[in-house]
């Protein structure tokens, strides 16, 4: 098993552009979610998807867009990247929402 | 929107002592973990626990449901080097889960 994992590791975009991050489990766990991580604030909810094709809000989604056609894979968008966008991305499965997480080595993106 | 707050923020010890750190809430949570993260990697999942009042153990870690359900403590037995890492707890709500802002332990051989 490879676990939950992330690609890029790293990225630096300038303002307004979009990416894609991706993210993939192989332990076929219905709960995904993802997280950015700023220095002093822990890990904050992006979105979130309980099974494939749903997907939820969760704390802080402005700027971000989520899909979930697979059991598999949970890529998460930024549309028009922020210098606010700056942080540690992290990807996370589960088997359901209150279990504990695997989560994946995140990306850390730079948005200039 | 419910809130964690983890305390201590950093702690400096002598390898061999007990640790203890805490998460408190003004609201309820169903589920609380404690996780583990090292440099430049995702946090590990150390203790899960499920029921208020639950008291579980992983090694030299032990970790309580509060009763009241809105806390949870870690405490971390005769220390060593390798415990050196941020540990976040995290609450699980309705359908997402809240993390406090982490205790960054340093351990002092």
């Known amino acids: 098993n490879a676990g939950v994992t992330q690609t890029p590791k790293f990225q630096v975009l300038k303002t307004g552009q979009s990416m894609t991050l991706q993210c993939a489990q192989d332990?076929?766990?219905?709960?995904m979610s993802w997280y950015r991580q700023d220095p002093g604030m822990g890990l904050r909810l992006i979105h979130y998807s309980v099974g494939a094709g749903i997907t939820d809000q969760g704390e802080v989604p402005n700027g971000y867009n989520v899909s979930r056609s697979t059991t598999e894979d949970f890529p998460l968008r930024l549309l028009s990247a922020a210098p606010s966008q700056t942080s540690v991305y992290f990807c996370?499965?589960?088997?359901?929402?209150?279990?504990?997480?695997?989560f994946g080595p995140g990306t850390r993106l730079t948005v200039t | 929107g419910q809130q964690l707050n983890q305390s201590p923020q950093s702690m400096f010890i002598q390898e061999g002592e007990d640790v203890s750190m805490n998460c408190t809430s003004s609201?309820?949570?169903?589920?609380w973990l404690w996780y583990k993260q090292d440099p430049g990697e995702g946090p590990v999942l150390l203790i899960a626990?499920?029921?208020?009042?639950e008291l579980t153990s992983n090694g030299r870690l032990t970790a309580q449901f509060g009763i009241t359900r809105k806390d949870s403590f870690l405490n971390i037995s005769a220390s060593i080097p390798s415990d050196v890492g941020i540990y976040f707890c995290a609450g699980q709500g309705d359908n997402d889960m809240r993390f406090g802002a982490g205790t960054r332990l340093t351990v002092k051989p």
């Open positions: 626990l499920y029921k208020a009042g």
């Open positions: 609201s309820i949570f169903n589920t």
């Open positions: 332990m076929n766990h219905e709960y």
């Open positions: 996370a499965s589960s088997y359901h929402p209150g279990a504990g997480q695997y």
